[in-house]
Antibody
């Protein structure tokens, strides 16, 4: 049973920083590309970033490029999202989700429960 | 840019409904990597269709997917009260500098 648990969300002022974590269990973490997807409460899903299974490649949405950094520690089965220069429009629930890229999958097969980030003064 | 879905679709119990997902030749039209997710309020999305028309284990065969050109579709047949939720399509997209996923705008399904 794959379990993804996000943490690190909270309230931060505009311009501030926050680091999210996503701890995985029940899965061979190093086999998966891991993504961050966010959702403004009451709104739709937005893909944010991903990192390859071995950490060799990262991709970012234009809305966060240059401000957010995704990383992973396969020895700890944990994904991170360092968020800098936060803006009000970054307020959202942030989900981590897995893609079994090595198997040739192009879909999110497991999701965490999400962690809420609120950017407000 | 987000894929376009109708904001809401409704149907009576037992009926069939179809949700469209309109993309472009760079995403939906370029790859057979369209997936669909069901989301209940306050819950994480759940995969119900992948690779346009495949169902994960445990997903009812009342859910089916298809694609034509730049438009993908999700059909729910034999609509049930438990199908009342939000539905999102997603597609893989890639260019020379970026590999990414794009989501649809979301559709709220109401069972009358």
């Amino acid at each position: 049973q794959v379990q993804l648990v996000e943490s690190g969300g909270g309230v931060v002022q505009p311009g501030g920083t926050l680091r999210l974590s996503c701890a995985a269990s029940g899965v061979t973490f190093k086999n998966y590309n891991i993504h961050w997807v966010r959702q403004v409460p009451g709104k739709g899903l937005e893909w944010v970033a991903d990192i390859w299974y071995d950490g060799s490649n990262e991709n970012y949405a234009d809305s966060v490029k240059g401000r957010f950094t995704i990383s992973r520690d396969n020895s700890k089965s944990t994904l991170y999202l360092q968020m800098n220069s936060l803006r009000a429009d970054d307020t959202a629930v942030y989900y981590c989700a897995t893609v079994w890229w090595l198997r040739g999958d192009y879909y999110f097969d497991s999701w965490g429960q999400g962690t809420l980030v609120t950017v407000s003064s | 840019s987000a894929l376009t879905q109708p904001a809401s679709v409704s149907g009576s119990a037992g009926q069939s409904i179809t949700i469209s997902c309109i993309g472009t030749s760079s995403d939906v039209g370029a790859y057979n990597y369209v997936s669909w997710y069901q989301q209940y309020p306050g819950k994480a999305p759940k995969l119900i269709i992948y690779d346009v028309s495949s169902r994960p284990s445990g997903i009812s065969d009342r859910f089916s997917g298809s694609k034509s050109g730049n438009t993908a579709s999700l059909t729910i047949s034999g609509l049930q009260a438990e199908d009342e939720a939000d539905y999102y399509c997603s597609s893989y997209t890639s260019n020379s500098i970026l590999e990414a996923f794009v989501f649809g705008t979301g559709t709220q399904v109401t069972v009358l």
